[in-house]
């Protein structure tokens, strides 16, 4: 932690100079190999959290790290006594050839196997690599786009969802059940301002710039998001003026699949220590807008005097 001392001797970082603190102090964390070198990294960074969380941006990478670490196997404890994802595979197989079967689904293109150089951390017991197209379930032929001048002659009654969140209001809806919404186009693919996966509820309409998930297992759509949002896409995306990643792109994503029963336990340890930053977040934003209100409270005085 040469880095830190260097800095923290020096007084206050500037901007350039804490980006390099957070991406090495972080980074530390992300290439922990195994849970022991994860705790013992997070000790060294916890060492350093008065200069390292001092600002927003700062919680924001902190909370990136945290879904990284979740899909890697190295936030929770694994049980042995969990049924191994291998199974599960096995469950959504056969439940997809059932769906088929019954012509509620459209079989599925044949997803190439993941090569070596596709696995870019080891997996824990228990998991295994599948691809994103072989563990959900794409209903991205239900979506209908709607323009923007027939909605306003529509009553607002249910989300209209687009890549980013809900962009409007309509008087009808599309679908009736918590499904997994992935943007599929747009600055956010890459930039990644908002979460580019997220869970819609209840009745709502979709347009064509969302892609559509849903899984055999309810409870899977929630690591599945949070497995999204943990990855960089930008090996899956296309174009630079307007950046998309069509379906065949998103189901060809090799993602770290954990036992179901873990599932859980990994969408529950990140909704806490998610909740943890948005709180610290919330308490920067307003320190700086008291010392905001101070300056300017300071600048007016001086002026009147």
Not at 34 to 57: K, M, T
Not at 161 to 169: C, E, L, Q, R, T
Not at 228 to 243: D, F, H, K, W
Request: glycine share 6%; with cysteine; net charge negative.
């Amino acid at each position: 932690m040469c880095l830190c001392d260097a800095l923290e001797a020096r007084g206050k970082l500037d901007a350039v100079q804490h980006a390099q603190l957070v991406r090495t102090l972080l980074g530390t964390l992300t290439d922990s190999a195994s849970p022991a070198e994860l705790a013992a990294n997070w000790q060294r960074v916890a060492e350093h959290f008065d200069l390292l969380l001092d600002r927003p941006e700062a919680v924001d990478a902190l909370e990136q790290t945290i879904l990284q670490l979740a899909v890697r196997g190295l936030l929770v404890p694994q049980d042995p006594s969990d049924e191994p994802a291998s199974v599960l595979l096995q469950k959504i197989r056969a439940e997809k050839d059932r769906l088929i079967a019954e012509g509620k689904i459209k079989r599925d293109k044949p997803l190439p196997p993941i090569t070596d150089e596709e696995k870019p951390f080891e997996l824990p017991v228990g998991w295994e690599w599948a691809r994103f197209g072989d563990v959900s379930v794409n209903r991205d032929a239900e979506r209908i786009p709607v323009s923007s001048s027939d909605r306003e002659r529509r009553e607002k009654i249910y989300d209209y969802y687009g890549a980013s969140g809900v962009i409007d209001k309509i008087d009808g809806y599309l679908f009736d059940k918590t499904l997994l919404l992935i943007g599929e186009d747009g600055a956010n693919l890459l930039n990644r301002s908002t979460p580019i996966a997220f869970l819609a509820y209840g009745k709502y309409w979709v347009n064509n710039h969302a892609h559509v998930i849903d899984a055999t297992e309810q409870g899977l759509l929630d690591y599945l998001a949070l497995f999204i949002n943990a990855i960089s896409l930008e090996p899956y995306v296309t174009g630079t003026a307007q950046p998309k990643m069509n379906q065949a792109k998103l189901n060809s994503i090799p993602m770290a699949l954990p036992p179901f029963t873990e599932q859980s336990r990994i969408v529950a340890r990140v909704a806490e220590l998610r909740q943890l930053c948005s709180d610290l977040r919330q308490r920067l934003t307003a320190s700086r807008t008291a010392q905001g209100h101070l300056a300017q409270a300071l600048v007016d005085a001086a002026g009147a005097a």
